[in-house]
């Protein structure tokens, strides 16, 4: 069974520019979720799909935006970077997106910006 | 959205079990409790997750009272690798598995 990926590991930005992100989920999983953790703070949540829809949004400003795919693979989109979104963002997938599913988490893609 | 509670930090040595409390006052009726690990440089890793009385896996026991506002997470006899940040979760933001993480008790054990 392969877990969650997220490609690249590892992305260095310059300021103003944009950045797209990617993840696939676990075999199985229709729902994915993303999150952005700063150093040292607990992952903070972006937004989840489900079955290729929004399915809820964290307090995120709008150039954070995403997509999920048929294969319910997913991209989190970033534009007009700012100093601040440096971070690591991490992707989740679920079996569904009731409480009681357990979130199965990539190792994230570490974004420097500068 | 149940807000958690607990310790920053906590040290052990190898051997001992570690009981790790957190407090969720207003969690809600219908929500779990969920517990995750965390190492340097990778995602979140679930351990457990319970509603009410006691949950074990091959991993921890999780103990949540009969008023829930609180639950404590059982790891026995830790070893070196079990050095990571822990996250108690109660509600999730939004509903569903949203879920709102802290910032975590940063376990250290040593030999």
């Known amino acids: 069974e392969t877990g969650v990926t997220q490609s690249p590991t590892h992305l260095i930005k310059t300021r103003g520019q944009q950045v797209t992100l990617r993840c696939s989920s676990q075999s199985g999983h229709n729902t994915v979720s993303w999150y952005q953790q700063a150093l040292g703070q607990g992952p903070q949540f972006i937004f989840q799909y489900y079955r290729e829809e929004e399915n809820g949004r964290g307090n995120f400003p709008p150039r954070f935006s995403g997509l999920q795919f048929p294969n319910y693979s997913s991209e989190l989109n970033v534009n007009a970077l700012e100093l601040d979104d440096s971070a690591l963002y991490l992707c989740a997938s679920s079996l569904s997106a009731v409480q009681s599913s357990p979130l199965h988490f990539g190792n994230g893609t570490r974004l420097t910006v500068t | 959205l149940a807000k958690t509670t607990q310790p920053i930090s906590m040290d052990s040595y190898e051997g001992q079990e570690v009981n790790i409390t957190c407090s969720h006052n207003n969690i809600a009726t219908n929500d779990y409790i969920t517990w995750y690990q965390q190492f340097p440089s990778q995602g979140p890793r679930f351990i457990i997750q319970g509603y009410k009385t006691k949950v074990t896996n091959e991993v921890a026991s999780l103990f949540i009272p009969a008023d829930r506002k609180s639950s404590t997470l059982s790891l026995p006899r830790v070893s070196l690798s079990d050095t990571a940040v822990y996250y108690c979760?109660?509600?999730?933001?939004?509903?569903?598995?949203?879920?709102?993480f802290g910032t975590g008790t940063q376990l250290k054990v040593e030999l």
């Open positions: 979760l109660g509600g999730p933001e939004g509903g569903g598995n949203k879920l709102t």
